[in-house]
């Protein structure tokens, strides 16, 4: 190392003032090199403006290869990502702290928003009810019928394929419904959570 930084004041030596720019840059084999200029084929490996004195003054990296770019952009973008959701949760995190005063609270609005999800569920949970028995009916006598190899009329084929999809429509909105109403008391549940954490961190910052 002494030896290599003693032939670099040589050579900055034997630059005269109007030399202009000195640069230094490091070829294939790890070696380090000196010159007013970088050679084509090193341009875009990366290289180092040096003053008279031998200090870096500029420093100018390697050009990606178009893996590192995807990488640098893939990480760029994840820290975009990263950013957005700490500011999202910032803003929730507020917004609870100027809802809510006490964990109770936030059960009182969870039940307010599931009450109507209640009552839409028993009116179609009712109407299920309803359907089955009539469906069951219809199916009993087309089994008679078919039973005793006579022809099923046109009404009660009407009624099997209308009385089976309404049941089938009805149970797929009881299920979306149970879904959502599962989301709204799993969303409170993170609130109130989040809202008991909040309050903690607040009641250690005032001790």
Do not use: C
């Not at 950013?83 to 917004?95: T, W, Y």
């Not at 039940?111 to 949970?125: I, K, P, Y």
């Not at 190899?149 to 009881?174: H, T, V, Y």
Request: net charge positive.
């Amino acid at each position: 190392m002494r030896i290599r930084f003693s032939l670099l004041l040589i050579l900055l030596a034997s630059f005269p003032a109007i030399a202009g720019k000195l640069y230094s840059w490091v070829d294939e084999h790890g070696k380090t090199h000196y010159g007013n200029t970088v050679p084509p084929q090193y341009a875009q490996q990366g290289n180092a403006e040096l003053n008279q004195r031998g200090v870096v003054v500029k420093k100018t990296d390697a050009a990606l290869t178009p893996e590192q770019r995807k990488a640098k952009e893939e990480e760029l973008a994840q820290q975009k990502e990263e950013e957005k959701k700490a500011l999202e949760q910032k803003r929730r995190d507020k917004a609870l702290l100027n809802t809510y005063t006490t964990e109770k609270e936030v059960d009182l609005v969870r039940d307010r928003n599931l009450q109507q999800g209640e009552l839409q569920l028993q009116s179609m949970e009712l109407r299920a009810k309803q359907v089955q028995p009539r469906l069951d009916q219809a199916r009993k006598r087309a089994e008679d019928l078919v039973a005793k190899k006579r022809p099923l009329p046109p009404d009660l084929q009407q009624e099997l394929e209308e009385k089976g999809k309404e049941l089938r429509r009805l149970q797929e909105m009881i299920q979306q419904k149970r879904a959502e109403m599962d989301a709204i008391r799993a969303r409170f549940e993170d609130d109130k959570k989040r809202f008991r954490e909040l309050r903690q961190v607040e009641d250690s910052a005032r001790k």
